[in-house]
């Protein structure tokens, strides 16, 4: 009898499931069948003035490439001011972005520990040294990131647009590197591809993804600078926004890369920052959320209750609970034949669900995964494992104090590095676009030191 009730229970959870996240199989076709906004004419495009904010702790390694690739953009430079958050740093961050061209701060504070700390932080001291007008909108960067030689011409589009928000679209550096690195990159094209594009296609609001991103002066002066500091601000922020109305738009032309980790100490440490950020944010808007779908009739705010809501931790439970009772059944003598098929094929048919978002993330993105074809398929396998390792983290998270630590970076290359197609040819010759002259190429350059 009691076989039978974990039979029905599995079964339950599984409608539920299918139940409450169907319609992102709906956003899915959306962005195969339909284009979004933009693919059509934006309308009148003014050059506005932009800040460029960067937090960085511990980044000598590759402060000065992202510096350079915002020195490079087709974007005209006297509207762009960079400046970088040196926060906490014990290294020469802080003085490689000076003389990078960044205006840079520095912070130390043990006890206020995050970037949205330092961001409000910087907030704080630009609007010190700026009249609160001085710049149209703020761009946020991690480190690590590079910039496609058109990002913020493009982001400028949809700006003008009359978007206050906008994310982008999250691209790699170190696809090939290994199945974690290739596994965290095939998760964030998903997520540019089939959830944000389909969002602004659809009309409904996007969520910010950690960097990225472009946000109106006049979203934060409202927000009195960034008051989001929970483990994952950003989609703390994203949330908030959900309940306010805000809606956050998305660029799909406006290409960025980041760093993935390499090692599993990494990675776990990291997810287990995200995963219990997503508890504190369900904590703190769950409700509030709910109030807003119901309220409002906001599709917006549901997505967004959907994409915190910890269903990896019923994932978690449900699994524990089929192994605790075929180990009890298998000790008293039960037999256990039908729970483990059902265990096992859940496990089953969640790798091939898996397999097929990546195979057709893969198919679709190929042109945007630049490494070799091989790494491509083969890393489609070990994508469903890198998501499987989810679940121990799921229920780690519940019950285990998590900090913010910092996640190295050592990647060392620009944009024509990794897309070499962006290198043009004048006078026969191949010109970097971020130095525009191929003897001062910087490094990582492709063309580096090229005879």
């Not at 890369?257 to 287990?272: A, I, V």
């Not at 409700?287 to 978690?316: E, H, N």
């Amino acid at each position: 009898m009691f076989l039978d009730i974990i039979v029905i229970f599995n079964v339950i959870v599984a409608i539920v499931f299918t139940a409450f996240y169907s319609y992102q199989l709906i956003y899915i076709l959306v962005s195969l069948f339909f284009n979004g906004k933009n693919d059509k004419d934006n309308g009148i495009i003014s050059i506005k003035n932009y800040a460029v904010l960067i937090a960085a702790r511990n980044e000598s390694n590759v402060i000065s490439q992202l510096i350079t690739s915002i020195q490079g953009q087709s974007y005209p430079q006297d509207s762009i001011t960079i400046f970088v958050i040196a926060d906490n740093c014990t290294d020469n961050t802080a003085d490689i972005a000076r003389n990078a061209g960044a205006v840079v701060y520095e912070r130390f504070n043990k006890n206020q520990v995050g970037k949205g700390y330092a961001l409000n932080f910087l907030f704080g001291k630009i609007f010190e040294a700026y009249p609160q007008n001085h710049f149209d909108g703020f761009f946020v960067f991690d480190a690590d990131n590079l910039l496609d030689v058109n990002y913020i011409s493009e982001m400028n589009k949809t700006f003008c647009d009359g978007h206050k928000i906008i994310t982008s679209y999250r691209n790699t550096k170190n696809y090939a590197d290994n199945w974690l690195s290739a596994g965290y990159s095939l998760w964030f094209l998903r997520e540019s591809k089939y959830m944000n594009n389909p969002r602004m296609i659809l009309g409904t609001g996007c969520a910010i993804s950690g960097t990225g991103f472009l946000v109106s002066a006049d979203i934060i002066i409202e927000n009195g600078g960034w008051p989001f500091h929970l483990l994952t601000e950003d989609i703390e922020f994203s949330n908030h926004n959900a309940i306010e109305g805000n809606r956050i738009a998305y660029c799909k032309t406006a290409i960025f890369y980041d760093e993935q980790p390499t090692t599993f100490r990494q990675s776990w440490n990291q997810r287990m920052r995200w995963t219990k950020g997503f508890y504190q944010v369900f904590g703190k808007y769950g409700t509030s959320l709910i109030k807003t779908m119901f309220k409002k009739r906001s599709f917006y705010a549901f997505d967004m209750f959907m994409t915190i809501l910890p269903g990896m931790v019923l994932t978690s439970v449900t699994m524990s609970l089929n192994i605790a009772v075929s180990i009890l059944g298998a000790i008293i003598g039960f037999d256990i034949s039908a729970v483990i098929n059902l265990f096992l094929t859940a496990i089953l048919t969640l790798y091939i669900l898996l397999f097929t978002i990546g195979s057709i993330t893969v198919i679709t993105e190929w042109k945007m995964i630049h490494c070799r074809a091989f790494f491509k398929i083969a890393y489609l396998f070990t994508f469903p494992l890198f998501m499987l390792t989810y679940i121990p983290i799921a229920m780690v998270a519940i019950f285990k104090r998590v900090e913010w630590k910092p996640i190295g970076h050592n990647s060392v290359t620009t944009p024509c590095g990794i897309r070499p197609e962006q290198v043009f040819m004048v006078n026969g010759e191949y010109i970097c676009p971020i130095s525009k002259n191929k003897s001062k190429c910087p490094p990582g350059c492709i063309y580096y030191n090229a005879p």
